[in-house]
């Protein structure tokens, strides 16, 4: 009995392997999902996400009213927060209703907006406040212009 488990074991490692190595060759696209539309806080319903802007310029430091406005913007497009609900700059994202997948897609927009700006794949959970997430953006930009 031991033997066989062991067999199987061993063939399932095989698959695994298998299938990591098909994906290492695939082009990303094919094994990536698309990130169309980003999940609304609440009842797992989407919202479409459009993106419209350009990179903010870091290069002689920033305003750090400017940078929140632009993770406010962006947070509460992912999250599908309205205008009229306001996403109060202290509220804890994820308490507003940001998921750990739409704190990777903000992260990621965030990135394409503050170029130069090396965002920490934890960002959400080290900076969980559209305030905190300002602070730090702005005190890196600071590091930028030395």
């Not at 400017?66 to 306001?86: F, H, N, P, T, Y």
């Not at 394409?112 to 905190?132: E, M, Q, R």
Request: net charge negative; no cysteine; charged share 20%.
């Amino acid at each position: 009995m031991e033997r066989q488990q062991r067999a199987m074991m061993m063939q399932q490692q095989q698959m695994m392997m298998m299938q990591q190595q098909q994906m290492m060759n695939m082009p990303m696209q094919q094994w990536q999902a698309p990130q169309e539309e980003a999940p609304q806080g609440g009842g797992g319903a989407t919202v479409p996400f459009h993106r419209e802007g350009s990179p903010l310029d870091m290069s002689s430091g920033m305003d750090p009213a400017i940078i929140r406005s632009k993770v406010q913007e962006l947070a509460s497009a992912i999250i599908g927060a309205d205008d009229e609900d306001g996403l109060e700059a202290d509220t804890p994202l994820m308490e507003a209703g940001l998921t750990s997948n739409s704190a990777v897609l903000l992260r990621d927009e965030l990135s394409k907006d503050l170029p130069g700006i090396n965002l920490p794949p934890t960002l959400i959970f080290d900076y969980p406040s559209v305030a905190a997430i300002a602070d730090f953006v702005s005190e890196a930009s600071k590091k930028l212009k030395k």
